[in-house]
């Protein structure tokens, strides 16, 4: 893209409704639009960064087995009551009347709808396990929504659901959702801790939220410092080995890490003094196991290898889509813009032309753009008639993790000059090796 | 995908509530299923449609140049004042007040919002041309639901804006949306032909429809049958090419072809009588121009050239994305059920076991599977314990194009069938030759 055609309308001043450096840096760099309290536009840097994060939600949750679908964003009253959850949930669902004076409802979350379609269309054994997903829009009516994305009222999440017939294979789907989502979150740059949680109004003992450190984060946490030094890195795993799925929840759970609403004075006690950390954190994820909780409810049964009928096992998963971004953005910035990791990066790195209208320079940054992209990369050149400072300062601004630099100067040496937003460091190499180099690290992270 | 595996719940009986036969099939060929009345959910394999079907509107109109961003469903009722369209929308404006009684609606379409993002932004003739899509669900409280996805309530639309500073520019970004448009619908398999329409409440006086022909159409159209010849194929084209684009839409509309809305039974006549049809048809999506209208009433406007401060030109295009499946389902579709275009097929083609459990059967197949997935393709492989007959009959009825049929008396020469979805013909051929040619077909579509 060149940036003389983009709509990336960046904002000189400081928005003063922003409260924390996330929804600071998305307004300033031109990716959300306030459209009312807590409910966001999301312009075409935005959009790109939202898109990315959900295509890796895709392909991890497609690499799990899980199947996508969509459900609707409103949905009618009545399922709600069987389940009991309509008048239980409180002021923060969005209820609405059609024009026949129908009770509906903008879904905060879909158990109830998710369970109709299992009970109507499956009833025998033979059809688990089954674990269907959807990414779309939801809404939560918060009574003071803040942070931006982070806590807004119309927000995109991933939930997925698993049906299994017995609840040691539900407890596998939840073991499965939690490597998933260890990798998940590690393919966007993000460490996201696994820390025991509190059910909520979603119901059920076993549960897990996953939390990104970061001084703004909502909930104070509680952890044994050894949990930040695990990786789930490049491991392969068989999503179908019940052993190998329990032994990563093992690894991963076997130190202390609570939120404040489920923290023990005396077991955190326990831990090494010196390893025993108080930090804030970010939810970004939390897992479920709620066993028959709407199966027996709401009729969602299916027939035994032994022919009788029981209710599934059941358990929700889910990842915040949208509020991702400004977790991401919590965990990776500096006083000079965003720094984007590879994974989520909307363009794959910036290119400054230091002299827009001279000849050579003008040549060598279109030979680049072009040379990038036929290698499948998504480079953005900042073409405009600007000084160097207000180039640089954009391309910091809005974190692009690599930017190569093009003057005269270097020109007449053969040389550009790569530069790492996240260093800081620069390098200067003929125009070939800098697009060879930015190829060989995405080519890393595929 | 392996359909023991997949969520694929094929109805065995008619479905009553069905009037038309997209509607039928997609229930039957387990694709939607109705949450509310107008309101569906789309089970995983009508889901992968509707992706397929949004993933060409995005590529083509980032062919364009057009940029993707993507506004909220809920909206407050203010914006909605300003342009006067709150009190004149009628009942189909689904109306919200939140928790603070505040007004909202769901949005039936978003001039509104994207002006006061534009309006926020951009002060200068320098940021024009700008055009700004997004594909996002929508909400419209049809008083009789009806037709599944065709007429329901909430839908899944692209709808894109265009700003510039001249009616001359604002005209080139309507001749530029056509050729883009029929681009798009031609990839779909699709022939949809623009015809002079009503503005309706959108307002403005240029604006063509794009129609399908089928029987079960909402609108009679009259047409020169000569525009039935017209193909776009694979012209190249420069979208920035005011005179090429303009072209194209003077070809494309110099044949009679009017909806009812708009029929001039003097003008008709003048048609040649041989070439005179009248036919029903389904609306895919409508382009308009209308000027000034709402960069007037909420002061939309930009210095120009010459210091002067002027409302900027609009018009906005919209693309039915989850009606389009119906659209394509009338018009492609026999009565052993749907045939998928290729450009839009949920999986590329089918592999039927006719003898699962025969060691040299299911090894066949497994290797077709794997071969189709290592050249990027997507087969469905129909490895239940299921006879033949009922193997073809879901085969059929969901409409892949495409269907590799594996049984112990081929293999004994070496041979599989390869069969088309369309004109039923089968072929004996070795399997990898079958891989070939279906690799073949879709390298050409691509």
């Excluded at 890796?56 to 949905?75: F, K, W």
């Excluded at 400004?326 to 909307?346: C, L, N, Q």
């Excluded at 003008?362 to 405009?384: M, S, V």
């Amino acid at each position: 893209m060149r940036l003389s055609r983009y709509f990336l309308p960046v904002l000189k001043e400081t928005p003063r409704e922003a409260q924390i450096v996330s929804h600071r840096l998305m307004l300033q760099a031109g990716m959300i639009k306030q459209a009312s309290a807590g409910i966001y536009s999301w312009l075409p840097l935005g959009y790109k960064v939202l898109k990315r994060i959900e295509q890796i939600v895709h392909e991890e949750q497609a690499r799990a087995g899980h199947m996508a679908m969509l459900m609707p964003t409103i949905q009618s009253a009545d399922l709600w009551r069987e389940s009991g959850r309509y008048d239980a949930y409180g002021e923060e669902m969005l209820r609405i009347k059609d024009r026949h004076d129908r009770e509906m409802l903008f879904t905060p979350t879909a158990e109830e709808l998710i369970t109709d379609i299992f009970r109507a269309h499956v009833s025998s054994y033979k059809d688990l396990p089954l674990t269907m997903y959807q990414i779309q829009w939801k809404f939560r009516d918060e009574v003071r929504p803040r942070f931006g994305v982070m806590r807004g009222r119309e927000f995109y999440m991933k939930d997925g659901y698993n049906f299994d017939l017995t609840k040691e294979d539900a407890l596998h789907a939840y073991n499965r959702h939690l490597v998933s989502y260890l990798r998940t979150y590690e393919r966007m740059g993000l460490q996201a801790i696994p820390m025991r949680a509190d059910s909520g109004p979603i119901g059920g003992d076993d549960t897990h939220e996953f939390l990104v450190l970061a001084d703004t984060g909502e909930s104070e946490v509680f952890y044994d410092s050894e949990i930040t030094d695990l990786k789930f890195g490049d491991r392969q795993i068989d999503y179908d080995d019940h052993a190998a799925c329990a032994a990563v929840l093992a690894e991963f759970t076997s130190r202390y890490a609570r939120t404040d609403e489920t923290h023990d004075e005396a077991l955190f006690a326990q831990v090494p003094a010196e390893r025993q950390r108080t930090a804030r954190g970010i939810e970004v994820g939390q897992i479920f196991y709620f066993g028959t909780k709407y199966s027996e409810s709401m009729g969602a049964t299916v027939q035994g290898p032994d022919g009788k009928s029981v209710p599934v096992h059941m358990g929700s998963h889910g990842i915040g889509v949208s509020r991702l971004l400004g977790a991401i953005i919590e965990a990776s910035h500096d006083d000079k813009g965003i720094i984007w990791p590879e994974g989520v990066t909307p363009f794959h790195c910036g290119i400054v032309n230091l002299k827009q209208g001279d000849d050579e320079a003008d040549a060598a940054c279109l030979a680049l753009y072009n040379g990038l992209q036929a290698l499948g990369l998504d480079p953005l050149y900042d073409d405009r008639n600007e000084r160097a400072g207000a180039k640089f300062g954009t391309m910091d601004l809005i974190g692009l993790p690599w930017r190569i630099t093009v003057g005269p100067r270097g020109l007449k040496n053969g040389v550009v000059e790569l530069t790492s937003r996240r260093t800081g460091e620069s390098e200067e190499l003929p125009p070939e090796e800098a697009i060879a180099r930015i190829a060989a690290v995405y080519s890393q992270i595929a």
